[in-house]
């Protein structure tokens, strides 16, 4: 029994992940600058593959608020969530 504890739970973990309704996304603000066919934007993310979308890099103020660390960063948050329409 003890043997085959670590089987099943590996088999309820698979099944989880392969019934699961959520894909998260990953991007950074500095894919942008890689060269050629490697470069990433917003506009490569395919809204009907990404039920989330996790943006990185940011930074947060001495008032908690999102600020800017790229230059076009508000930019790239305005192309994110136009995603949602």
Known sequence: MVKLLPAVVSFLLVL????S????CHMTNWAQYRPSIAKFTPDNIDPFLCTHVIYALAT??????????EWNDEQQYGSLNSLKN
Do not use: D, E, G
């Not at 989880?16 to 019934?19: K, P």
């Not at 947060?60 to 660390?69: D, E, G, K, L």
């Open 21 to 24: 309704s959520k894909l998260v």
């Open 16 to 19: 989880h992940i392969a019934s």
């Open 60 to 69: 947060i103020n001495s008032f908690n608020q999102i600020i800017p660390v």
